[in-house]
């Protein structure tokens, strides 16, 4: 069965640093990966997804994500943290056994201080 | 704006009764989806409608169900309310095609049930 995994509950980052949200996953065949980000009192909202192609991709609000097959990685990344970074990041993955369902991480809260 | 709308946003209930989600998807997407996101379970996928027919069944109890009707919006229903259904429950809808999940979902505010 597929499943994603999101190893830090808490990311720490100081404003103008870069910063990375840890996501790795578990399938049986091709990879299709998402991020997506909730503020405070909203719905969810798509950053960026991985189907095939480039290893790195670019998504809204000026983050990124690297797939990395041979680590079962798919961080997400942004050059240089802003306040309103400070959300939470959820990284999910398509299970194809299960009708093509998201399957979600448990979401990593990213705190950026100025 | 995501374009999906949900109502109501709060919603303060007692143990026992019966609730009435409602969300109306982004115009035109055919598939709605419904999650609960509570916070010793993260975010679990209910249940799916594609153009009013059930697509998928995820951790959806047997006191809940849910129909989209043929205008596409669809309900949430939620009986016999226990302490631990207190949750923000999302509705999410994707464009025109139910299958394969492109995996961009656009997702409402929530309605945030508390059961006292």
């Known amino acids: 069965a597929q499943s994603v995994a999101q190893p830090e509950d808490q990311v720490n980052v100081a404003e103008g640093n870069p910063l990375t949200v840890k996501c790795t996953y578990s399938v049986s065949g091709n990879p299709y990966l998402f991020w997506y980000v909730q503020y405070p009192n909203r719905g969810l909202q798509f950053l960026l997804k991985y189907i095939t192609g480039d290893n790195l991709v670019k998504g809204s609000y000026g983050f990124e994500a690297e797939f990395n097959k041979s680590q079962t990685s798919f961080h997400l990344k942004k050059p240089s943290a802003l306040v309103s970074d400070s959300a939470l990041y959820f990284c999910?993955?398509?299970?194809?056994?299960?009708?093509?369902?998201?399957?979600w991480g448990a979401g990593t809260k990213l705190i950026i201080k100025p | 704006d995501s374009g999906v709308t949900q109502t109501p946003k709060h919603l303060i209930t007692a143990t026992g009764q019966r609730v009435t989600l409602r969300c109306s998807p982004r115009s035109g997407d055919l598939s709605v989806y419904w999650y609960q996101q509570s916070l010793d379970q993260g975010l679990q996928f209910l249940i799916q409608?594609?153009?009013?027919?059930?697509?998928a069944k995820g951790n959806i109890l047997e006191r809940f169900s849910a129909q989209q009707f043929p205008d596409l919006h669809s309900e949430l229903n939620l009986s016999s309310l226990e302490l631990g259904d207190s949750a923000l429950y999302f509705c999410a809808s994707s464009g025109m095609s139910g299958i394969p999940n492109t995996g961009e979902l656009f997702f409402g505010e929530g309605s945030r049930l508390t059961v006292l």
């Open positions: 409608y594609y153009n009013g027919e059930e697509r």
């Open positions: 999910a993955v398509r299970d194809d056994d299960s009708n093509y369902q998201l399957i």
